[in-house]
């Protein structure tokens, strides 16, 4: 068992910018790719951005892209989230997610295992 616990969440206003981490615990050593989602009020979870736990690479919806950074301490077993730029529309919950299967998963059915997720609000 995999176990995340995300930090970071807050209310910020437009153009601001917040980090979120996502730390995790227990069978770390099988994570091959971590994930930030996001489910806003009456709207589907997406995703948000992953990055491959031992391999280089990351990836990014077309949302975000140039906005946000996702990035990897593997010594602490922490992904962080980096959301500058900030838009209302970015206003969600943010999950982190973990995968034991796969380099660079991207849809939800992927990912093994889940953190209980932060509030994000952006004020305009």
């Known amino acids: 068992q995999v176990q995340l616990v995300e930090s970071g969440g807050g209310l910020v206003q437009a153009g601001g910018s917040l980090r979120l981490s996502c730390a995790a615990s227990g069978r770390t050593l099988a994570i091959t790719a971590m994930a930030w989602f996001r489910q806003a009020p009456g709207k589907e979870r997406e995703f948000v951005a992953g990055?491959?736990?031992?391999?280089?690479?990351?990836y990014y919806a077309d949302s975000v892209k140039g906005r946000f950074t996702i990035s990897r301490d593997n010594a602490k077993n922490t992904a962080y989230l980096q959301m500058n730029s900030l838009k209302p529309e970015d206003t969600a919950v943010y999950y982190c997610?973990?995968?034991?299967?796969?380099?660079?998963?991207?849809?939800?059915?992927?990912?093994?295992?889940w953190g209980q997720g932060t509030q994000v609000t952006v004020s305009s």
């Open positions: 990055i491959s736990w031992s391999a280089t690479g990351s």
């Open positions: 997610a973990a995968d034991t299967g796969s380099w660079y998963p991207q849809k939800e059915d992927e990912f093994d295992y």
